[in-house]
């Protein structure tokens, strides 16, 4: 398998957590959102993912986009060790972590659109800035309170084994700390975080760690 | 089972197309977005869904949150009609899909963004309604692209029953129209619409079908 990715892109990293927590070799291909007006936008690349996005996963003659639907094909072509639990309720309280990560933070935070609000808008640094936190927080304070009072939360997202949640979490939190986002009311996901942070999976797929990584 | 919903909200709408497909009913519980400083913000419905987002399905005792999620568990405990094709490289394909409209275009056009937009940033109607059809041009584009050229598309987003791109599908051109974008450069989105709106499901799923629906 080949991963197209970017060091410090949230999506990107989500899957290369889940591929290291399956225990699957890939070759790494990096895409750099910011060189040349960026090589998620060539032709090439458009060729290969009309999205201009990043991640894209080649799995054979199957070229995969977008990270939780990439991560559900890894499931399922993969299913061990498993990253959704086997109970239907189940499965929907972790999705729903996930795209609370997905649907409600990150799409509000990436590169392009935090470059349209400081270009084709004109806002300021500091609004741009804060514009990140409100979004960031509104996101995470719902995390919190659901993870906090869940009777399903255990050392991870969810019980005692990481899992696709975690795989969100994780790069959304590391994302936060680079907008210097206050994430102390948020004792829960620190704490999940933490756990996930011991383990090989996670400090392999992390940014710092990746052929492309910069300072 | 019971579905928190707003009429005119994009994810609702998924659901109750999805609902409508499996054929399954549901009591409609409204949530007022707009009324009171928006119904969803209130404790009693906090209490429920803590993200205070529509939609919220209550199956019995088990409370479910995020549209897409939601639609999975459907799709595991209904398994008929399947809205995912069977191979885990088709499912896939149309979750990318999905996620194009719900990870992509959606929740840069949402409500609350669009008000932060003119409220804490003071930009102008003009601006945000340029920010709006930028968001949903890019989405689409791209969207339009993979079906096009894609051997999987047929009468619908994958092949010639409804599933869940199609339930992403129809609602986000329902949302673009009403911010006036143009649509003539999508044939093969809004022929695929075409074909999602000569049936029952969609059609009693829309906003103006709704009890809370508004002129």
Redesign the interface.
Known sequence: MKLYSYFRSSASYRVRIALNLKGLDYEYAAVHLRRGGGEHRSADYRALN????VPTLV?GE?V???S???I??LE??HPQPPLLPAA??D???V??LA??V???I???NNLR?LG??TG??G?SEE?KN??YR?WVALGL??LE??LARGPRTGRFCFGDAPGLADCCLVPQLANARRFECDLSGYPTLTRIERACLELPAFQRAAPGAQPDAEA
């Open positions: 009309p999205q201009a996005l799995d199957r995969l986009t977008q939780l639907a990439i559900e094909y399922e072509t239907p309720a499965r929907a309280h999705r729903a795209q609370l997905a649907c409600e990150h799409p509000l659109v349209y609000l084709e808008l806002v609004a804060r514009w409100h304070q719902a309170a659901q």
